[in-house]
């Protein structure tokens, strides 16, 4: 059973303030992120795993679907705000794959080395190697929340052959910024988050929750 909601949880036009907030994501690296992300707002950010929430079902063919589903998920198994991304790497040669299925390439139980080397071998011998991070973030005050706020954040980039670097995650180590020339992996923290997808979106979502409570 959900938890009854405080006043401070209950979303627009209910209170001026976002006190605390549910990561939707079973990721122990993504939720370190968004800790590192949202610190500075002094919001008490908690996992969805502290509160046995059942992970939310995916069938939706746009990351914007996706994320809203988490996080109305989220939202209904805490009685609490809720915070959802979805992401992926889109890449052109690939009419935009592997998208939404960027964590499932090569199955539901690979890992991350399994997806990259689907992708790699997918691309041999292809010239075109541009594709690009998407994030879109969802944040609901409820489950049932009328107007969640949603923000988008893309980065552009190369697709190499060969690893490098031993941050990251995901595609990171095969996903070269061609501007720095640095992969997602080899780029230090605090520099990944502001150029990266999340970050971008990120600072979107940050100037939407300082209109909606300022």
């Known amino acids: 059973m959900a938890a009854k909601r405080s006043d401070n949880d209950r979303g627009p036009g209910r209170s001026n303030m976002l006190t605390k907030l549910v990561i939707a994501t079973g990721n122990a690296k993504k939720l370190k992120e968004f800790e590192r992300l949202l610190a500075p707002l002094g919001i008490d950010v908690l996992a969805q795993s502290a509160f046995n929430v059942p992970e939310a079902p995916e069938p939706h063919c746009t ?81 049932d929340d009328p107007e969640p706020i949603i923000a988008e954040g893309r980065w552009y980039c190369e697709v190499i052959d060969t690893p490098r670097g031993e941050g990251g995650f995901g595609y990171d180590p095969y996903f070269l910024d061609s501007e720095l020339g640095l992969t997602g992996a080899e780029m230090p923290i605090d520099q990944k988050g502001v150029r990266s997808h999340r970050g971008r979106a990120f600072a979107k979502l940050l100037e939407a929750l300082k209109e909606r409570y300022p």
Request: charged share 20%; glycine share 8%.
């Open 63 to 143: 990351f914007l679907e996706n994320a809203l589903a988490k996080a109305r998920n989220a939202a209904k198994h805490t009685g609490l705000p809720a915070l959802a991304d979805d992401s992926g790497i889109c890449v052109d040669a690939l009419n935009g794959d592997p998208g939404v299925n960027s964590a499932y390439y090569a199955g539901p139980h690979k890992s991350d080395d399994d997806n990259n080397a689907k992708l790699i071998a997918n691309l041999r011998g292809v010239a075109n190697r541009r594709a690009h991070y998407t994030a879109v973030l969802a944040l609901v005050t409820r489950e």
